[in-house]
């Protein structure tokens, strides 16, 4: 049988969700046994494609007047999962992530006609989440590797959004899967969507 499984990957900075994305895009579980490495979709709102600058706005932190863009790239995402729904699909942040950042700004965005596409096409949610007594620890093993160390300086930030984001997971009608990352990794969420019929379409 076919294997598609198609996961948003939503969570706070230090959370892993990156190393996981890659990961889940190379598991065999999720994506069969490859005898060679080929093309594989890993997507993301992160990407700071708004603005010609390092670190720029994107689909998440978009603003006031890049609304209209942002929601027309919403729509071209969803086509193409809608186009392309046989396959795999694994992103990096999405949707529940630019409600967070927006509704800090005081601007509320109403996703649940995205929402409404994406389920039929078995897409589910796997909120990375940790500890709040190990944001510290991630901190510092992640100042090893930053190119924009300024960003961790204050964690509070960082603790807040992880707890919007339970928030916004607990109102989604697609499955969620909450993760600790500081005990729980890749096996755990293929173990989960395998549960759920979640693999195949």
């Known amino acids: 049988m076919k294997l598609t499984p198609k996961v948003i990957l939503e969570g706070t900075r230090l959370t892993g969700k990156t190393d996981l994305a890659f990961a889940l895009n190379e598991h065999p579980r999720l994506v069969g ?48 999962f809608e186009l392309q729904r046989y396959y795999s699909w694994i992103v990096d942040r999405f949707h529940l992530s630019t409600l967070a950042f927006q509704a800090r700004q005081g601007r509320e965005f109403d996703f649940g006609w995205l929402e409404e596409r994406l389920k039929p096409l078995n897409f589910a949610i796997v909120l990375c989440t940790r500890p709040e007594d190990t944001f510290e620890e991630a901190r510092e093993e992640r100042l090893k590797i930053s190119a924009n160390p300024k960003q961790y300086v204050e964690l509070e930030p960082f603790v807040e959004e992880q707890r919007q984001l339970r928030e916004l997971a607990a109102k989604s009608i697609l499955p969620v899967l909450e993760l600790d990352v500081a005990r729980q990794g890749p096996d755990d969420v293929a173990e989960w969507l395998d549960q759920r019929g979640l693999l195949t379409l």
Do not use: C, K, Q
């Open 33 to 80: 046994h490859r005898r060679y490495r080929y093309h594989s979709p890993l997507i993301s709102a992160e990407w700071s494609g708004f603005s010609n600058e390092p670190w720029g706005r994107g689909l998440i932190d978009f603003a006031p007047d890049e609304t209209a863009h942002a929601m027309e790239t919403y729509e071209t995402w969803v086509r193409m």
